[in-house]
């Protein structure tokens, strides 16, 4: 298994179990969610409870919530932006990718890796007001934040993470 990491707060953001796709320029990993069901059941045998058969008709009802399976599974959080707040931080995330291309890569990588922002930032303001953006369960400042919006069903939710700014680690 592969676990994608945010290269600068080092959350877990996916897994390859979702099949990520590199898509608009060459700049993000795309992969694609579900909605999934998930129980509040307490498994009351697990903390040393055993009800009485009166005391079970007593209790709560299970919910039952529906959930997309990046989030829940990744623990993202879920944050927001405007237009302006999110164009000030991507300017300094990128700023910060940068100087860690450069550094790892060097200087034409670098270079390459600011085209291709300038494409992939634009193709995310162009639709600014769809996406939903997420953070790492860590919610650190400077982290990568994963930017989610649906299908032309309006169901299936979709993700994007800037390539550059992620580690897979082999598990």
Known sequence: MIIYRCKISGDELFSDAFEPMIVKEDFFYEI????ISVS????ESAIGANASAEEAAEGQEDLVETKINVIY????????????GFQTFIKEYIKVLLAK???EKGKEAADEFKKRAATGV??????FKNWQFFQGENMADGGMIVLMDYREDGVTPYFWFVKDGIIAEKY
């Open 32 to 35: 694609e969610g579900k909605n």
């Open 40 to 43: 509040n059941k307490i498994d």
């Open 73 to 84: 599974s990744h623990k993202l959080q879920e944050t927001s932006f405007d237009k302006k």
């Open 101 to 103: 291309i450069e550094e």
């Open 122 to 127: 634009k193709k995310v303001l162009e639709n």
